[in-house]
């Protein structure tokens, strides 16, 4: 029924579309792809030197292959009725408005998709899901082709799922060389027959053992359920970091030794100032509005908790830096290390630095930000929405180098662990500060015995304060015996 796949298109040019589709035209010569968005600039961006989005590796892979097997264009229409296979790559953001408001994803740009293709489509096509959606979103997508499919004859659908695991930062490495592919699809002859399609185009680079395939729902739970299991081991070691700082433990050796249980493993295990991202936050509301609406309201405040830590992560590194400034931070300058949700990307979507920022700001701090990929307007417009432009504006600044962000300041606050953090001159630093000097570790990437011999008052998450710094003569007091690991 299907024809042999040699036209991709793929509806969605963003953070999964663009590197996706970069890896497939890499690694099938024999394939034209397509990335189509009805974001005119953004194509346009795609097919300049300057990409809309930074990943380490994607530049070159793309500079490649564009205009030979790798195409970039807003003709929406035509590339829908050339493909063979269409990727539906596009936004699931959380709803905010009407029922499931602030937790159901909103499915009104994958339904648009859908709608498109039944109305370009013209012949038979594999209609695969990309984005990140709930259980049971194929049905509505089938719906809708099905529906076309009884108006013209020559128009056949399967809808498989396919959802993407990679991480952005990493994401030209995770597509390269991936855990697993997984791929759900319908229970019948027709189905097994678009798996087999889309089985065939991975397997261009990824070996067979990783290509899982399971059922249409199966294949959308695993990707909500993945999303949660990650967060949540985030939040768990958060929620450990809190004891350990009113304990005497330190959260980097908890994680070192929980980790090294080879059945609960190290990864995910780094405290920090919360996750962020565009992905984690949403999938776990999104499971948690799938159980309400299931009734599994137990089920619901399970995974609600989750949400519910990371929030309380981030107000809790706010206070503690209030707190540390003698309880004021009111026309104090602080130096804001960091705005993307994490190193090797410039995507702020739900950054931890801008809630922090908002908590900052309430209490009249004057911030000064630096991040090496995120530019000034973005960091204006995020911190705008949650604080207000007046305030932004009153209170912000954003400078091109991190030196400049630390000079005048009482302290310095790291909320992405970017890694040219880790080198800075932190004694030069020092000397262009106010005096005493604070450095807030949210991220654990910093020598904490080194600042503090440089006369810095060091507070890093998960340590106890007495460990992190000695509050009366910080100066010199890392040669007076101090032996906590600088993790
Ligand atoms: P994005 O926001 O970067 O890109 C989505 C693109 O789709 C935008 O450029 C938008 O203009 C375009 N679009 C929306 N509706 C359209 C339409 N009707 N026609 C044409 N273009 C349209 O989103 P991103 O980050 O690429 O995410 C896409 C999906 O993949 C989401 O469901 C997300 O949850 C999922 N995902 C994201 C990951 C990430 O790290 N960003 C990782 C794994 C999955």
């Excluded at 199966?218 to 909500?224: A, F, G, I, R």
């Excluded at 705008?384 to 962000?405: I, T």
Aim: hydrophobic share 40%; glycine share 8%.
């Amino acid at each position: 029924m299907f024809r042999e796949v040699k036209n991709i298109t793929c509806v969605g040019a963003g953070y999964v579309g663009g590197p996706t589709c970069a890896m497939i035209a890499n690694k099938c010569p024999d394939i034209r792809v397509t990335v189509v968005d009805m974001n005119t600039e953004k194509i346009a961006q795609w097919n300049s030197d300057e990409l809309p989005i930074y990943e380490p590796g994607l530049e070159e892979v793309v500079k490649t292959h564009r205009g030979k097997n790798l195409f970039f264009s807003s003709d929406v229409p035509k590339a829908i009725r050339e493909a063979d296979l269409i990727f539906i790559s596009v936004n699931t953001p959380t709803k905010m408005y009407g029922r499931g408001k602030g937790m159901a994803p909103d499915l009104k740009y994958v339904e648009s998709v859908a709608r498109t293709i039944a109305e370009h489509a013209g012949g038979p096509k594999i209609v695969v899901e990309k984005s990140t959606v709930p259980v049971k979103a194929a049905e509505s997508i089938t719906t809708i082709l099905r529906e076309a499919q009884k108006h013209n004859a020559d128009l056949h659908f399967q809808v498989l799922s396919n959802p993407e695991f990679l991480a952005e930062g990493t994401a030209m490495r995770d597509l390269s060389n991936p855990d697993r592919v997984l791929i759900g699809g319908e229970s019948s002859p027709d189905g097994y027959e678009a798996v087999s399609h889309l089985v065939r185009v991975y397997e261009h680079w990824v070996d067979r053992s990783k290509i899982i395939t399971t059922n249409t729902w199966s294949s959308e739970l695993s990707k909500l359920a993945a999303n949660a299991f990650l967060a949540q081991r985030i939040s768990s070691i958060n929620a450990i970091s809190a004891i350990c700082e009113a304990t005497g433990a330190d959260v980097g050796e908890v994680a070192h030794a929980v980790g090294h249980d080879s059945r609960i493993g190290g990864k995910f295990l780094q405290a920090s100032v919360g996750f962020g991202g565009s992905c984690f936050q949403k999938d776990v509301l999104s499971l948690v509005y799938l159980c309400e609406s299931l009734n599994l309201g137990k089920v619901a405040n399970y995974w609600r908790g989750v949400i519910e830590i990371n929030d309380w992560q981030r107000r809790r590194f706010a206070d503690k830096i209030v707190g540390e400034l003698f309880n004021t931070v009111a026309g104090k300058k602080i130096a804001m290390l960091g705005f993307s949700f994490k190193k090797n990307t410039g995507d702020t979507r739900e950054s931890s630095a801008i809630y922090v920022g908002k908590h900052l700001l309430e209490e009249c701090a004057e911030l000064q930000f630096y991040d090496p990929k995120v530019s000034e307007t973005q960091i204006r417009s995020e911190l705008a929405l949650v604080s207000g432009k007046e305030s932004v504006d009153r209170l912000v600044k954003v400078h091109s180098s991190a030196y400049e962000a630390c000079k005048g300041a009482h302290a310095i606050v790291i909320l992405t662990e970017w890694d040219e953090f880790k080198t800075l001159d932190y004694k030069r630093i020092y000397t262009t500060m106010e005096h005493p000097s604070a450095v807030f570790d949210g991220r654990l990437i910093l020598d904490k015995k080194m600042l503090r011999d440089l006369g810095f008052r060091v507070f890093a998450i998960g340590s106890a304060p007495d460990q992190a710094y000695n509050m009366f003569g910080t100066a010199g007091c890392g040669s007076g015996g101090d032996s906590s690991p600088n993790r």
